[in-house]
Nanobody, 124 residues
């Protein structure tokens, strides 16, 4: 089993940047695809970005494409989400997630384990 802990959330003005990190533990981290999701108040959890086990393939939601970048360091067991040009509509709790497959997925149900989430608030 892999445990995930997110960090790096906070309050930022529109147009600013934040970098989220997700620290994993457990022997299967490097073989698993990882993803970031977010959930705004009153809304369903939605896909943000995903990365394959090797980092060779990435996938983004249309709403963040060109602004967010997902990356991973298997040696350090970390996954990061660099968020630039932030907008108020990016405000949400951001969750790191992992799945027991090497390829990426966009659905909540495709991920097997989750972090506790970190709050991102973008002010206008």
């Amino acid at each position: 089993q892999v445990q995930l802990v997110e960090s790096g959330g906070g309050l930022v003005q529109a147009g600013g940047s934040l970098r989220l990190s997700c620290a994993g533990s457990g022997r299967t981290f490097s073989g698993n695809a990882m993803g970031w999701f977010r959930q705004a108040p009153g809304k369903a959890r939605e896909f943000v970005a995903a990365i394959s086990w090797s980092g060779g393939m990435t996938l983004y939601a249309d709403s963040v494409k060109g602004r967010f970048t997902i990356s991973r360091d298997n040696a350090k067991m970390t996954v990061s989400l660099q968020m630039n040009s932030l907008k108020p509509e990016d405000t949400a709790v951001y969750y790191c997630a992992g799945r027991s497959f090497r390829t990426t997925g966009q659905e909540v149900g495709q991920y097997d384990y989750w972090g506790q989430g970190t709050q991102v608030t973008v002010s206008s």
